[in-house]
């Protein structure tokens, strides 16, 4: 990837599910139960379901549904099996090696779900969150990392994010702010400032 010095930046922000931590198990688990529930196809919900907030996915796939009620129930699913979860290799020591005034997570996630998350992967909870209840419209808009800026007080060129989707990418980028991508679905995007396969590769950056 191309070397970024972080002293160009006064916050870094991280994505969850798929940067700090593998969750794929754990979601494909609890949607998988919510769909036999409610007579739908699972491959249908797993496959509507990436890169959005429940709430977005329950109203789009069964609009007769309560989205609030059904995305908290999805989120206890997630809870339920929370043993399935992974870490990403050199995530967590990349993560605590930042000072806790400038780093974040920004997850499509609610923050029920987000928590504990962070709790099986041993990462401390960060002093800001912006989960899934705290925009009106989830990513790739860029509402979430607006929302974080203005929380910040900072301008976006001087927050730098880690995304592994182009949901994500597309919803830091358009928000201003440079983006690294992680993982192999972010690999070859037009707008990243750089990628990597996992934070083992950012050791030499900080």
């Known amino acids: ?5 972080l002293n160009d930046y006064d916050h870094v922000a991280f994505d969850l599910d ?3 931590v593998d969750s794929a198990a754990v979601v494909e688990n609890a949607l998988r139960r919510w769909a036999g ?7 249908c919900v797993l496959r509507m379901s990436a890169a959005r907030r429940d709430i977005e996915l329950v109203a789009s796939i069964s609009p007769g549904l309560s989205p609030e009620r059904e995305a908290a129930r999805i989120a206890d699913y997630e809870v339920q099996v929370m043993d399935l979860l992974r870490p990403i290799a050199g995530a967590a020591e990349f993560y605590s090696s930042l000072t806790a005034g400038r780093r974040s997570v920004v997850t ?14 041993g990462i401390s909870c960060p002093r800001i969150m ?10 790739p ?14 301008a976006p ?5 880690f995304e592994d989707s182009r949901a994500g990418i597309e919803a830091a980028t358009t928000a201003g702010c440079d983006c690294v991508g992680v993982g192999p679905n972010a ?3 037009p707008d990243i400032r750089g990628w990597i396969e996992d934070f083992r590769e950012m050791t030499f950056l900080i």
């Open 1 to 5: 990837m191309n070397e970024i010095d």
């Open 18 to 20: 798929g940067v700090l």
């Open 37 to 43: 529930e409610e007579r739908l196809s699972p491959e």
């Open 108 to 121: 499509s996630s609610s923050r029920v779900s987000a928590l504990a998350r962070l709790k099986v992967a």
């Open 130 to 139: 912006i989960a899934a209840e705290d925009v009106r419209q989830g990513k």
């Open 141 to 154: 808009n860029p509402e979430p990392y607006q929302v974080l800026l203005r929380t910040l007080q900072i």
């Open 157 to 161: 060129e001087r927050c730098l994010v």
């Open 187 to 189: 690999s070859g995007h």
